[in-house]
């Protein structure tokens, strides 16, 4: 595998393509977020950027990728601040809502029970497929249900509407205060620079009543049973979606562009390769979700000279830097 030149001059991912910011001849829209934003582990072509560069290419409109790996809101407010900002973007859009989803915000003596599949066919091929691939092929066959998880209860702010919620609250679950003070943040650098920023809602494969198969979506199963363990399927549902509409809401507040991700992206396990992250096929339909509503954003913005905005001429690198960019090539051949 040959990976040349990931990173521009400008310290952001591009596959390498570009080497010199432009100069405000044509719109530019950045992306900011976690790990699914940068596209970790796969060529530039089939990360959630690069399928949206494709896609807009024809209106003029250039997408940079300023996503990071395994961040949350606090360090995506840095990115802005320190990076993002002083390269002008027209529309910065926001899309992170995992790793901050710590449903411990309101649950009381989180259980510390080992996670284990449920019934005796699915533990023993899950404890012999490490070691056997007759085992391995054998979890091709097998469907199986969430795995059993100990009680615990959920203490639900009083007074909260869970389906209205009202954002002035200081007690909003899952970190959710944290992360409009962060937006706020990100709303006041770009205002900054004449930008605006966009809030997209998050989709993962959190879903009451999944059944999954225990060999083609065993990523997903250990996701979902081990790493948010023990929370079970509908809770981690039922967060999701007041996370969603909680980022509705302070878009529409704020009169912001809201991109609704997970009222258009279903929850098919063929696109996910985790629960969080998708396939090639998972991110070309994402990416395409976002490009139908960014659209109309764009045309409208043309239309009325507000894009692209004049900006001065930069350097050929980011100001942030002190030294010049390097190329640096990876060539992993077998010894």
Known sequence: MHFQEISNSLGLRDGGRRTIPPVGDRPRILLIGDSFTEGVGVPWEETFAGRLQTALKAKGVEVLNAGRESIGSRDIAAVVRHEVAALR???VVYYEGG?????????????KAVPRPGGVLAGWLRDLADHSALARRAEGFVDIPEWPKPA???SWPEGLDEFDPDLRRGDLPVNLNTIMGDLDSIRADLAKVDGELAVASFHWMAKDGLVLNAGRHKPIIEGLNVTYAPYRYRDLERLTNFENRVFKKYAAAHGLPFIDVAGHMPHDPELFSDAVHNTPQGVRLRAWIVFLQ???IVE???ASGAWPKP???MADRHPAFKTPPRRITFD???N
């Open 99 to 111: 790793n901050q989803l710590e449903l411990s915000t309101v649950v009381k003596d989180v259980p």
């Open 89 to 91: 973007p027209d529309l």
């Open 300 to 302: 409208q913005r043309l």
């Open 152 to 154: 615990y209860e959920i």
């Open 332 to 334: 992993c051949k077998p």
């Open 294 to 296: 960014l659209v109309p």
């Open 311 to 313: 900006v001065p001429a």
